[in-house]
């Protein structure tokens, strides 16, 4: 080690004045440029990204805290009985899909028969169906129809079953 050290100092003082200067200029240039780049550049590059990140991490804890709250309120919702369920689709039925529409009931499923229904009062009833009844559609089977000698209103036709969530 102390072999090449000496190699090194011989060959520095064999220089010119001016030599060493640009060797040392040289030198500088490379140590500068390896600060920049190793050190300076990725510490600007993270303060520069800084606020971005921030401003993204602070909307994903905003999802984070209202899915929270949602998943709270769930929970608060009192639960319901399969035969209360069951009793509060029939109503929905009658009310909101007229008298064409029809319910029919296999365990935890509840198979809704639509004719002529608005599609205003299907998505309320649907709303309502899982509010108030604990049931989610498991599976929808639509036709659209209108009435004679209309093209405005658009009716639905068909069937749609739902998933009855409740306690025993």
């Not at 000496?6 to 200067?21: A, G, H, I, K």
């Not at 640009?22 to 780049?37: D, H, P, R």
């Not at 229904?117 to 009833?125: H, T, W």
Request: avoid cysteine; charge should be positive; glycine fraction near 6%.
């Amino acid at each position: 080690m102390s072999n090449s050290l000496q190699t090194m100092t011989n060959l520095w003082q064999r220089l010119q004045s001016r030599e060493q200067w640009a060797v040392g200029a040289a030198l500088g240039f490379v140590f500068s440029a390896s600060i920049w780049v190793w050190l300076v550049k990725p510490a600007l590059h993270t303060l520069s990204t800084a606020a971005a990140q921030h401003a993204v991490a602070d909307a994903q804890l905003a999802a984070m805290q209202q899915m929270a709250a949602a998943a709270q309120a769930a929970r608060s919702v009192p639960q319901v009985s399969t035969d209360e369920s069951v009793r509060v689709l029939e109503s929905l039925v009658k009310a909101q899909l007229g008298a064409g529409s029809g319910l029919s009931v296999a365990g935890d499923q509840a198979s809704v028969t639509l004719k002529g229904v608005p599609a205003q009062s299907l998505l309320s009833f649907v709303q309502s169906a899982r509010v108030q009844a604990r049931a989610l559609p498991a599976q929808v089977s639509l036709q659209r129809s209108a009435p004679a000698g209309t093209t405005t209103a658009v009716l639905w036709d068909g069937r749609l079953t739902l998933s009855i969530y409740t306690t025993p």
